[in-house]
């Protein structure tokens, strides 16, 4: 059963730092692009950033770049996120997700249950 | 900056049909942007509905299909049940390794 886990989150001052970690079991992540998507409080969906599976490329949201740094341990079978200068609209719940690239399409099929991050005085 | 655009919010009877969309704020939604469809409840990780314009993911009932109907992407639910109110979310490749996702229509079956 494919299975991510996030972990790491909690509370932070603005200006600081978290990392969150995702474990990954049931399946190989050096086979998949890996994502982070988060959901403030009462807000929608927003992709935050993209990894490949060699971890050579990387891609971020425009709000978060310079900020956080998304990176993989494929030998741990794991996915992260460094997030520094945190701001108070850095706060959300952030999955963990996995992008599946099936018949020449990507889209993302298993997520994890999350993990809230709230930045705050 | 591109906008995923998605109708805030919509309402159902039950047994209905509802067509939710999914557009860009300049542009066409065509299969180049790899559209997929994702349904949350409150306090729980979204689940794929929808990818590569109608395939339904592994245990989607097929009451819910997908499709590119004029400049956009769309999710239609077809005998809408009780269960089926949630917040649904599209989500578009606008390149250079961006993906964006919609502000979410929130689905009321009543």
């Known amino acids: 059963e494919v299975q991510l886990v996030e972990s790491g989150g909690g509370l932070a001052q603005p200006g600081g730092s978290l990392r969150l970690s995702c474990a990954a079991s049931?399946?190989?992540?050096?086979?998949?692009?890996m994502s982070w998507v988060r959901q403030a409080p009462g807000k929608g969906l927003e992709w935050v950033a993209n990894i490949k599976q060699d971890g050579s490329e990387a891609y971020y949201v425009d709000s978060v770049k310079g900020r956080f740094t998304i990176s993989r341990d494929n030998a741990k079978n794991s996915l992260y996120v460094q997030m520094n200068s945190l701001r108070a609209e850095d706060t959300a719940v952030y999955y963990c997700?996995?992008?599946?690239?099936?018949?020449?399409?990507?889209?993302?099929?298993?997520w994890g249950q999350g993990t809230l991050v709230t930045v705050s005085s | 900056q591109t906008v995923v655009t998605q109708e805030p919010s919509f309402s159902v009877s039950p047994g209905g049909t509802v067509t939710l969309t999914c557009g860009l704020s300049s542009g066409s939604v065509s299969t180049n942007y790899y559209p997929s469809w994702y349904q949350q409840t409150p306090g729980q990780a979204p689940r794929t509905l929808i990818y590569?314009?109608?395939t339904r993911s592994s245990g989607v009932p097929d009451r819910f299909s997908g499709s590119i109907l004029g400049n956009k992407a769309a999710l239609t639910i077809t005998g809408a049940q009780a269960e089926d109110e949630s917040d649904y979310y599209c989500?578009?490749?606008?390149?250079?390794?961006?993906?964006?996702f919609g502000g979410g229509t929130k689905l009321t079956v009543l």
């Open positions: 989500v578009l490749y606008v390149g250079s390794g961006i993906w964006v």
């Open positions: 590569r314009v109608n």
């Open positions: 997700a996995r992008w599946e690239f099936t018949s020449g399409w990507y889209y993302l099929d298993s």
């Open positions: 049931g399946f190989t992540i050096s086979s998949y692009w």
